[in-house]
């Protein structure tokens, strides 16, 4: 008990510990940490719909410059990684979150977007850089048959961030039922390899065809945040019943990973299969939520808004609203854990995964970019739904070819020699000379 592994020392094997500062748990933990503190408070903010703002037009804009610097810097993120290592990747990258939430504190109060929309185009540099690092520890550091457990560690615990961050707002706003911007102090709580050589493996990358399956899944993957966001959980319910929405919104994204994770790593023997499961599974769930989306959806528009709701006041009429932006929640987890492990199934070294990870993220973020635009120029809630909804159901048989024809199941001696490797690997705080 306690030990994930063992090393050789005097002809004897040694026990290693699991809690050891440089293990694969320990490592995946702080990382999720990291992501608790910038990333999680920053979806808090985001999830508020407009940025918790009456009008949502400057937070789209920031979410625009975000997401497009975003594209930029996370497919060069991997690149940029593999020279600089973790510790500089990292340290460099968080500290661009606190800006964002005090452009929001500045916009409470002057209603200028300017600052808004560079501290968002600060921010996507940043973001670009955080999720390419932590994308290469998720998917390098764990042995290759529990990725989808530490997967879904990393993610409950950087989900919890979302869960605390959304009690902010619901807490400091929750005599204020008629209030439609959030008060201040809801803002202030928010707030090794060569250049060359990084230049053509990313070049490289747009022509490598396990990368072009997943485009789909990618763009996707962030592209239905501004729905959900704006037009569900903004139009439809009041600002302090929005903060409680994104506690359970984030809540049920930890307990999505979980599900998922399992699936992906203990569903059955053949890696390949599970693979298939994991997809088959998320694929059924997700077309059952995006067919109550549409129901729901039809009962309001952009030109006919729904009453507010209000989760004391609103008796019943609160309840399917509800479920449904618990359920989105649900399959935003179980979507991007899924496509996680696909491309930890892809390789084994964390200078590839850094590429591969530092790729996805730079097509999401390019997805996000246009979809905060397309709500900025007022498309239907019911085409921006079914273009959300054709979008994921696209890439289900994509990454069905991809793990067809890309994942190989492991041998026991792959395993047994995989697993080595990740008890000697580096801890991501160590100088990158080091690594």
């Not at 020279?83 to 990258?93: D, N």
């Not at 990368?211 to 959900?228: D, E, G, R, V």
């Amino acid at each position: 008990m306690g030990f994930e592994g063992a090393e050789e020392s005097g002809g004897t094997e040694v026990p290693q510990s699991k809690f050891r500062y440089n293990s694969p748990f320990v490592q995946v933990s702080l990382i999720g940490l990291v992501c608790f503190c910038c990333p999680g408070m920053f979806n808090a903010l985001s999830g508020m719909g407009g940025g918790g703002q009456v009008d949502p037009t400057a937070s789209n804009n920031a979410s625009t410059a975000l997401y497009t610097t975003f594209a930029v810097f996370g497919i060069l993120g991997g690149g940029i990684y593999n020279i600089l290592g973790p510790r500089l990747t990292l340290l460099s990258a968080c500290s661009t979150y606190v800006l964002y939430a005090g452009s929001f504190l500045y916009y409470n109060h002057h209603k200028h977007q300017a600052f808004a929309i560079v501290a968002g185009a600060i921010l996507g540099v940043g973001a670009g850089l955080l999720w390419a690092g932590q994308g290469a520890i998720m998917t390098s550091y764990p042995p290759a048959n529990r990725k989808g457990t530490y997967i879904s560690i990393f993610w409950s615990i950087f989900n919890m961030g979302g869960v605390i961050g959304g009690l902010i707002p619901f807490v400091l706003n929750y005599n204020r039922s008629e209030a439609a911007s959030v008060n201040d102090a809801t803002l202030i709580g928010f707030m090794y390899s060569s250049v060359s050589i990084e230049v053509v493996e990313i070049a490289k990358l747009f022509g490598n065809w396990k990368m072009l399956l997943i485009i789909p899944a990618a763009w996707s993957s962030n592209f239905f945040y501004t729905y959900q966001f704006n037009n569900v959980n903004q139009v439809m319910f009041n600002l302090r019943t929005r903060g409680l929405n994104n506690v359970f919104y984030w809540g049920a994204q930890m307990l999505g990973s979980i599900g998922i994770g399992y699936i992906m790593d203990f569903s059955f023997k053949s890696r390949r299969t599970r693979g298939f499961a994991g997809i088959t599974v998320v694929g059924i769930v997700g077309t059952a939520i995006w067919v109550g989306g549409l129901v729901n959806q039809l009962t309001y528009s952009r030109d006919d808004l729904p009453e507010k709701l209000d989760f004391k006041d609103s008796g019943s009429d609160f309840a399917g609203p509800f479920v449904l932006y618990f359920s989105f929640g649900l399959l935003d987890s179980m979507f991007q854990s899924m496509v996680y492990w696909v491309i930890g199934a892809l390789a084994n070294d964390s200078e590839t995964l850094s590429r591969y990870v530092g790729f996805y993220k730079g097509i999401q973020s390019a997805g996000a970019a246009v979809a905060w635009q397309v709500d900025t120029h007022k498309v239907s809630f019911l085409t921006q739904l079914v273009t959300n909804w054709s979008l994921t159901t696209v890439s289900y048989p994509l990454l069905v070819v991809l793990v067809l024809l890309a994942v190989k199941d492991e041998s026991k001696a792959d395993l047994e020699e995989i697993t080595k490797e990740k008890e000697a690997a580096p801890s991501f705080a160590e100088p990158a000379s080091e690594k």
